[in-house]
């Protein structure tokens, strides 16, 4: 029994502060396969040129030249990658301006690790495993000292710095907490409402600083975080969700490819690439337009889209462009203002 909790606060309170991360985007993927593309050597444009934008002209092309004829790619920067931004100095140094890593255990990060297998980046992955020491430490800072988060299975059943109680109770409280009928709600009340404000405040929060440069009050858990929100509307409870879930159920889709059964092996907890995550972008983007029928077209801001006889219409930079099908990457709040 002893055990059995000790497995369960150790994975609870991991997966609220560290492992939760989807790898970029949500959890709700886009199966390319079943798009309604009815009209046959389509054209398409794609706003935006991060990894989503990216990706999705990489999966278009896939489905060949009978279905998708051109695809147009805009990005108002100067360079792709949105986000994802890598400075390489003369020593070797790499400086990430935005993420550093891609996490593994859900599908998301399986599709991604899938992709980078796919673009033959199998030999550039660094893998951080289970047992290397950044997978094993979270610090929290809190009142100018940096703590630890308690891993140690003798530290549940005690309270730990910056906590007042200790983790067992935290765990009694989220099976206890019953299943909200919210269709969102922020992540900081999420984390709040089934756990308490103290892992709301010292885990959640600096993990959305962290990881996306947002504030856990105002972040959306449904998108944040879509396996912790599904979990519960699943099982009522993250940790029963955990106790019935299983690590293959996410890499099933992928394990054709090796390099996911090789993560999947040897429990592989993120990876980044030998000079850093602009490789992934580079990657793709060279794979793009190395297959031809594609424009990749920087600092190519689109500044509105209209819909007219079946054909989308994009502004960009005064010029009207008319594609078949549109998918967008950018902003929602954006798009809302045009
Ligand atoms: C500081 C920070 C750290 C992060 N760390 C991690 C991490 O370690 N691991 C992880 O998995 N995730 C991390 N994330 C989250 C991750 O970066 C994002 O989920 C991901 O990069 C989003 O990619 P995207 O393509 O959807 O959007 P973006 O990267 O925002 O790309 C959108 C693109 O659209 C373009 N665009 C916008 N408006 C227009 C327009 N009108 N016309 C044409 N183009 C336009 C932009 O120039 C941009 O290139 C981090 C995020 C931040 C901010």
Redesign the pocket.
């Known amino acids: 029994m002893v055990v059995i909790l000790v497995w369960i606060a150790t994975n609870l309170l991991v997966a609220f502060a560290t492992s939760t ?1 989807p ?3 949500s959890d709700s993927q886009t199966d390319f396969n079943k798009i309604d593309i009815t009209i046959k050597m389509a054209t398409v444009g794609i ?7 990216l990706s999705c002209a990489y999966y278009l092309k896939t489905l060949g030249q009978s279905k998708i004829k051109y695809i147009c790619l ?4 100067p360079k ?5 931004q890598t400075t390489r100095f003369p020593d070797g140094a790499i400086f990430e301006h ?6 593994v255990g859900t599908k998301a990060g399986f599709n991604a690790l899938e992709l980078a297998d796919k673009l033959a980046l199998s030999s550039r992955i660094l893998p951080i495993t289970r047992e290397h020491p950044t997978a094993k430490t979270n610090f929290i800072l809190s009142n100018n000292q940096l703590l630890p988060l308690p891993r140690d299975p003798s530290a549940f059943f005690r309270k730990v710095p910056p906590f007042s109680k200790s983790v067992i109770r935290y765990v009694f409280k989220e099976i206890r907490t019953k299943r909200s009928n919210l269709d969102d709600e922020s992540v900081y009340s999420f984390a709040e409402r089934r756990i308490g404000e103290e892992v709301a405040k010292y885990a959640l929060d600096p993990m959305c600083r962290g ?3 947002g504030d856990a009050r105002e972040l959306s858990v449904r998108s944040m975080l879509p396996f912790l929100y599904e979990t519960e509307k699943n099982y009522g409870s993250i940790v029963k969700g955990i106790l019935k879930g299983s690590r293959i159920s996410e890499a099933q889709d992928f394990m054709q490819s090796s390099l996911v059964q090789k993560a999947y092996r040897e429990i592989w907890r993120m990876w980044t690439l030998k000079t850093g995550l602009n490789e992934l972008i580079d990657t793709l983007a060279g794979t793009i337009d190395e297959r031809g029928k594609a424009d990749l077209i920087f600092d ?4 509105n889209l209209t819909f007219k006889d079946g054909k989308a219409d994009i502004l960009v930079d005064n010029e009207n462009i008319k594609v078949d099908h549109v998918f967008s ?2 902003l929602l709040m ?1 798009l809302l203002h045009w």
């Open positions: 991360l790898g970029f985007g706003l935006g040129g991060g990894i989503s934008g805009l990005d108002k920067s792709f990658g949105g986000w994802i935005g993420p550093r890593t891609i996490r990881v996306a440069a190519a801001k689109c500044t990457s950018i954006n």
